[in-house]
């Protein structure tokens, strides 16, 4: 029974296939049929060409000079890093995601005009710095356009026609000009209308211009853009897309690279720029403290005229010398610790970049300052390329928000170390004070003056650095990306394709006759059952 059908299947295929066969001449007229759109298509559509460019996002090592160390005490502070250096290894997948954002793209379309297209009736050439009239309108304006503007423009001789309608507002308008350049109001937005190129030689022509917001064509760029890195070992991204025409292919690829530069500057310059007030307001606050420690001594040494050290004096000072360097250099910590904990306690501060103040911990991997400032600067990377309701950016601030705790606790400990450590090192300074009974009152009391002073001058020695630091970093000029191969066109135009043409002549040579054929069998059939049913 299996076999019986399946002889009557491949019967069944035969007869199809000669059926078929006797209408050859149908599938030959379609054949020639075919190659009407095929030469339509390979005569009227433009050739495009694909353009390549590359660039290596270069890592931020900070300017590093030579540090100032406070000695064995500052190993507290280098263990959760307070330091000025890089914030991490880089991440390709967000500098591709600030290549493709739409922010860059419209800055880019922007520059370029390409907001604005031009193209003459029955043509699907969008012309570039050819076409003979220019639309413009103030940049700002530009930048806030929400609504995508439709001009009709026919020249014939003195007499300019134009038809504007907007896409959104549903509204329409005509004018008509004796000449250009001409002033075009409507939908309360000013459009300036003018001859390109010094003037056309052609009199009389008719030209499509349509305006849109750069955000609108940002949305088809990010697709129409190829952004992707050449290798996961390797910070080199390749850019790529596709045009007609290849002075504005290039451009296109070179000015998204030249802003994407840009902006990245524009970041680390603002960034800079918090951390240098920062330290600025912290030196104004030392150098008055400092200069009131040093009137005090001034007086104190006046009045109760001090000029040399005892004898005994210095035999003690001798055996004191070591206690007294670690104690000054516990209490630089310590201060410059409350200092950091006042800063990022205090909420107007809740989601900026930790300044770091010892260069010599700069760039510690896995410190809780460095893990913090990591999460805080990819928070305001995802915030600069989306909104605050984006799921992502919400996990990253209950991230930063966990990463703050960290932060908190490990200053806390820092802080409970440097007291024990202070505590103890007082204890045995006592204990060396308690023998000096000879050493008078005033000179005890002056020892004090000048340990306030010598702390006092640590921590400012310690802000001028990170100072002339970050001052080093905004004076320095180095591009984010180091662009490798500008914008170049390959050498194979991607369309029109012969390829796709071919294809194009056999799927009609196939479809048309055997759908013909097909409606043809079912619609006797029709007529035949409704003869019957008659």
Not at 312 to 333: G, P, R, S, W
Request: charged share 25%.
């Amino acid at each position: 029974m299996e076999k019986e059908t399946k002889d009557n299947e491949t019967i069944g295929l035969k007869s199809l296939i000669v059926r078929y066969l006797r209408q050859w001449k149908l599938f030959l007229i379609a054949f020639i049929f075919s190659f009407i759109p095929a030469i339509l298509y390979l005569t009227f559509y433009p050739r495009t060409y694909e353009f390549m460019a590359r660039l290596q996002v270069q890592e931020d090592s900070g300017i590093t000079p030579a540090g100032f160390g406070l000695g064995e005490a500052a190993g507290i502070m280098k263990s959760f890093g307070l330091g000025g250096g890089s914030m991490g290894t880089i991440s390709i997948e967000d500098e591709i995601s600030l290549l493709s954002s739409s922010r860059i793209l419209s800055q880019m379309i922007l520059e370029l005009d390409l907001n604005v297209e031009y193209t003459k009736p029955f043509s699907f050439y969008r012309m570039y710095r050819e076409a003979p009239l220019k639309l413009t309108m103030d940049s700002a304006a530009m930048r806030q356009l929400d609504d995508q503007y439709d001009f009709t423009v026919s020249v014939s001789g003195e007499k300019i026609n134009v038809k504007v309608k907007s896409v959104l507002g549903k509204k329409k308008a005509k004018f008509s000009y004796p000449s250009l350049p001409a002033n075009v109001v409507f939908d309360g937005r000013q459009f300036m209308l003018d001859f390109d190129n010094g003037g056309s030689a052609e009199r009389r022509f008719k030209l499509h211009i349509t305006c849109m917001p750069a955000n609108w064509l940002a949305e088809s760029f990010a697709d129409k853009f190829m952004i992707e890195e050449v290798s996961k070992q390797s910070n080199v991204i390749e850019l790529g897309c596709t045009d007609h025409v290849r002075e504005r292919g290039k451009a296109m690829l070179n000015v998204l690279m030249q802003r994407y530069n840009e902006d990245a500057a524009m970041f680390k310059r603002t960034t800079d720029n918090q951390i240098l007030t920062f330290v600025n307001d912290r030196i104004d606050g030392i150098v008055t403290e400092l200069h009131d420690v040093e009137w005090k001594i001034e007086k104190y040494k006046t009045d109760n005229q001090l000029t040399l050290l005892e004898s005994d004096v210095l035999f003690y000072t001798e055996q004191m010398k070591e206690l007294q360097t670690k104690i000054i250099e516990t209490e630089a910590e310590s201060r410059i610790i409350r200092m950091m904990n006042d800063y990022v306690k205090n909420p107007e501060n809740k989601y900026n970049v930790i300044p770091s103040l010892l260069s010599i911990a700069d760039g510690e991997k896995g410190s809780a300052i460095g893990l913090y400032n990591e999460a805080i600067l990819e928070r305001n990377r995802l915030l600069k390329n989306s909104n605050e309701s984006n799921p992502a950016f919400r996990s990253m601030s209950g991230q930063v928000d966990k990463l703050r705790d960290g932060v908190f606790l490990m200053i806390e400990n820092a802080e409970q170390t440097c007291r024990e450590t202070l505590a103890d090192l007082k204890s045995k300074e006592k204990f060396l004070l308690d023998k000096m009974k000879s050493i008078p009152m005033q000179e005890r009391e002056y020892m004090d003056y000048k340990r306030q002073q010598e702390i006092l001058q640590g921590v400012y020695i310690v802000l001028l650095q990170k100072r002339e630091e970050t001052a080093l970093s905004l004076g320095q000029e180095k591009d984010h990306a180091r662009i490798i191969d500008p914008a170049y066109t390959l050498k194979k135009p991607v369309g029109p394709r012969m390829l796709f043409a071919a294809i194009g002549i056999v799927a009609l040579t196939i479809l048309l006759p055997v759908g013909f054929l097909f409606i043809k069998n079912i619609l006797k059939e029709i007529v035949t059952e409704y003869k019957q049913a008659g």
